[in-house]
């Protein structure tokens, strides 16, 4: 069963830095690329970034480049979000999402960046 489970979210003044984990289970994690996905209230979930199984290449959606970075750990399997020079247009609750299968959804975890 495969099971996706972010952590790191919170309460963060705008220019300031936050961190997301998500640890996965159930799956071959070091065979598949993983996603970031978010979604802020009143508006349909966006991607944010995207890392192959190897962590070699990386993409970013445009707002975000520069101040995202996705990274991965195959040794733990887990994937990182370093989000950086927040801004209160980045809050949103942020999820993880495996290209494995069908996909695999986490439950999410809410980042609110306010001063």
């Known amino acids: 069963q495969v099971q996706l489970v972010e952590s790191g979210g919170g309460l963060v003044q705008p220019g300031g830095s936050l961190r997301l984990s998500c640890a996965a289970s159930g799956f071959t994690f070091s065979s598949y690329a993983m996603s970031w996905y978010r979604q802020a209230p009143g508006k349909e979930r966006e991607l944010v970034a995207t890392i192959t199984n190897t962590g070699g290449s990386t993409n970013y959606a445009d707002s975000m480049k520069g101040r995202f970075t996705i990274s991965r750990d195959n040794g733990k399997n887990t994937v990182y979000l370093q989000m950086n020079s927040l801004k209160p247009e980045d809050t949103a609750v942020y999820y993880c999402?495996?290209?494995?299968?069908?996909?695999?959804w986490g439950k999410g975890t809410l980042v609110t960046v306010s001063s």
């Open positions: 999402y495996a290209l494995y299968g069908m996909g695999h």
